[in-house]
């Protein structure tokens, strides 16, 4: 199991219009081929940066897969009007968790 960990960056004054947004496109990744889940948090201390993290069956599925995507250049489209700054991706590898949210 692998996890896309994104920092997204968010104007403080669209974080509102972000959420909306973001909900708008969410169907384009949960379609994706190896899409195991995903969840979108909002920083505690730092509200204008979220924290997405999507399980994938394996990294292929995300890049090349949803990265390379028409559905991925929609989702993006949808969201980078509201990001301050280039939004950070990284990975890492793990089994799922071992409590909470049984979908995730």
Not at 58 to 65: F, V
Not at 76 to 101: K, N
Request: hydrophobic share 40%.
């Amino acid at each position: 199991m692998i996890y896309e960990i994104a920092i997204l960056p968010v104007h403080k004054e669209h974080i509102d219009l972000f959420r909306h947004a973001f909900a708008e496109v969410a169907h384009l990744l949960c379609r994706a081929k190896g899409y195991r889940g995903h969840m979108l948090a909002q920083g505690i201390e730092t509200p204008q940066q979220f924290n997405l993290i999507v399980r994938w069956q394996s990294l292929e599925d995300h890049t090349p897969g949803f990265e390379t995507s028409e559905d991925h250049r929609l989702f993006m489209m949808g969201l980078q009007a509201y990001f301050s700054e280039e939004p950070q991706v990284y990975h890492i590898e793990g089994a799922a968790f071992a409590m909470g949210d049984p979908t995730f």
